[in-house]
Structures are given as structure tokens and as C-alpha cells.
């Protein structure tokens, strides 16, 4: 894609630009482009670029003229973005933000005028412990900005490369050898069960641990992991009665059996709320490694590395979060005690 800078009014309605027959591609549609396709919608992305909903369509018709595609198509009440729209995002967003990153001075950025949204990939364990307080901090910081969250999914597809997501938290298990990535701490995992389970009645020994029946959680939908390696050394197995893909989710299954689970130590306040029971696994697991992730097309860019920033200083132990080490990705997917 050949990006040309506009000729134009400086904005995406403007009068002047290229038209149809224009091989290049005006700079300003292309900030168009990255906003309709991260909106699906024509009013919303002409309230996020300050111009009416007719300046906005206008714009999609040049978008559309100019790559030969309708980009976005009705699908009921809505639009959806066509395949070849949702081919090109990625590198629409990369163009966008070397591009804001090049024309910000001395890779400053004023967080009071910044308008931005950003979008964060982690479970709904780290959603339901850390967002309140991150988003707080960019109210008080950056209100222009926004903050997505997306939950992982139960295949691998490569979100910091295509755009899709802006940072990675977690268990960061990538193998894209251009994503950069950083410790932030070490997890570990607890046991829950509902109160008055059969296993706290008396210390709790692996042989007891294994006996009982286990939930595990996984994204992938895994029935065994880690924590079934370190029994079989020990000689043992435990049997696994189903999975689920979120933490969250398990402790409402927890509440109503005599199942065994697993949560991480941060997101041990989940688990209290619903009146459930902790405590320490009875085996010797490796510790479960939290980071944060993101492509390196954001190096340069001084408000992702506020966001950074951000996310560092809430996560590490002894930070804001008080000393609590982080909550952890779905232990069943990674090298660690999840199962």
C-alpha cells in the first residue's frame, strides 16, 4: 500500500484528495480507514474524528473508490467489515500509528488532549482484578483514551502482529520472534473448593488432592496439564471430571459440588467474594511466569509506552497493587501448575 500525504483539507471529509482512479492512498483515509474498521459504524466513527455522519460516508465512498472493496457492508442493523477490510487492518493500523508516532515532537505526548483507543488481549481473570484500577489511572491521566479489553481465545492467532490488539498480559507464550516481551512477575496457583469440602477437614496431602475430583480451566478446552505431571512423579493421578475456559466461570461451578479447582493467588479475591475456600496445593510447581507483549511498531510510540508504563507499575509486586503478584493466563495452557 502506497501512502501519500493528503493534498487535502487535513481531514478525512475534506474536499480535496485522491480520487478513484489514484493508484496512491490519501493519509487522511487512512486514519478513516483504521477508525470505521475499529468501529463498524459510520456515526461512531465520525463522532471519534469530529466530522458529521454525511462527511463520514462521503469518506467511505472515497475509502471504497480508492481500494476497489465496500470495507463495510450491512449485516442487519449494523455493518460488518468485508474480508479483504479485515485482511488489511492490521497493516492499516501499523501505517497509523508509525505515522503518528513520526509526526508527535521529541516522542512527547500531552495525555490531557491524547484521544486514543486502546486495546488490551488478557483473561477474564486479570479483566475482573486489575481493570477498575488501570482504568481509573487513565481517567485521572488520559480521559480522552479508551480502554478495550478482549478475552483470549481458544485458538492462537497472532493479535499483536495484525493489529488486533495493542498490548498482550499474561502468560505470553508467543513465538513470533518480532514481538517484545516483558517479565513482570511470577504467579502462583491456590486450590478452591466450596466451604465444608471433604478435603479441609485435615492437612491436605497430594494422595488426598489427587482423590478428588478436578474442573480444570483451560481455553483450549484441555483435560489434563501440569499439575498431572507432577502427581505422576509422585506416582499418583487425580481424575478430571470436565474443563471450562475461564477462571471466573469455574468458581461458579466450584460453588456447587465437591470439585477441586485452581486459581491463581491474585485473583484469590474472586474467588472469597463467592464465598469459597483457598488453599496451598500439596505439590511442588514450577512458578508461572506473568509479562506483557506487544509489537515493536509501538517502540517509538510515546503514548503506548504511557500505557506501558501503566501496566508495569500496577502489575509489578510492591507497585499499586500493594506487593500481590499478578494474575496469571489460563495455567492449563502454559508450563505451570494450571492442569
Known amino acids: ?80 467489515p468485508t474480508p479483504h477490510a479485515l485482511a488489511v487492518q492490521g497493516e492499516v493500523r501499523a501505517v497509523v500509528e508509525r505515522a503518528r508516532a513520526l509526526f508527535l515532537a521529541g516522542g512527547r505526548v500531552d495525555l490531557s488532549t491524547l484521544t486514543r483507543t486502546f486495546t488490551v488481549l488478557a483473561n477474564e481473570a486479570f479483566t475482573a482484578v486489575y481493570a477498575a484500577a488501570l482504568l481509573d489511572r487513565v481517567a485521572r491521566e488520559a480521559p480522552g483514551v479508551r ?70 480451566v483451560s481455553r483450549r478446552g484441555r483435560l489434563e496439564g501440569p499439575v498431572d505431571t507432577a502427581l505422576a512423579e509422585q506416582g499418583l493421578t487425580r481424575q478430571v471430571v470436565g474443563s471450562v475456559g475461564t477462571f471466573p466461570a469455574s468458581l461458579f461451578v466450584l460453588r456447587e459440588g465437591d470439585l477441586v479447582g485452581l486459581i491463581t493467588s491474585q485473583a484469590g479475591p474472586l474467588a472469597t467474594a463467592l464465598g469459597l475456600e483457598l488453599f496451598e496445593i500439596p505439590l511442588t510447581l514450577p512458578p508461572l511466569p506473568f509479562g506483557m507483549a506487544w509489537h515493536p511498531r509501538h517502540d517509538a510510540d510515546p503514548a503506548h509506552a504511557w500505557l506501558r508504563d501503566c501496566a508495569r507499575a500496577l502489575l509489578r509486586p510492591g507497585a499499586e497493587t500493594g506487593g500481590v503478584p499478578p494474575v496469571g493466563r489460563s495455567a492449563m495452557d502454559r508450563p505451570g501448575p494450571g492442569g
Do not use: K, Y
Open 1 to 80: 500500500m502506497h501512502v501519500t500525504q493528503s493534498s487535502g483539507s487535513g481531514r478525512p471529509g475534506g474536499s480535496q484528495g485522491p480520487g478513484p482512479a489514484l493508484s496512491g492512498f490519501d493519509l487522511n483515509l487512512l486514519v478513516a480507514l483504521d477508525v470505521l474498521l475499529e468501529e463498524s459504524s459510520v456515526s461512531r466513527a465520525a463522532a471519534r474524528l469530529h466530522l458529521s455522519e454525511p462527511a463520514m460516508s462521503r469518506t467511505l465512498g472515497r475509502i471504497r473508490a480508492a481500494l476497489g472493496d465496500p470495507v463495510l457492508v450491512r449485516a442487519g442493523r449494523g455493518m460488518v
Open 147 to 216: 480502554l478495550r479489553f478482549l478475552a483470549e481465545s481458544h485458538i492462537d492467532v497472532p493479535a499483536l502482529r495484525e493489529g488486533v490488539a495493542d498490548l498482550e498480559l499474561g502468560m505470553i507464550d508467543t513465538r513470533s520472534p518480532e514481538v517484545r516481551v516483558e517479565h513482570l512477575a511470577d504467579e502462583r496457583m491456590l486450590a478452591v473448593v466450596r466451604p465444608g469440602h471433604p478435603l479441609l477437614r485435615g492437612p491436605v496431602t497430594a494422595r488426598g488432592f489427587a482423590a478428588a475430583r478436578h474442573l480444570i
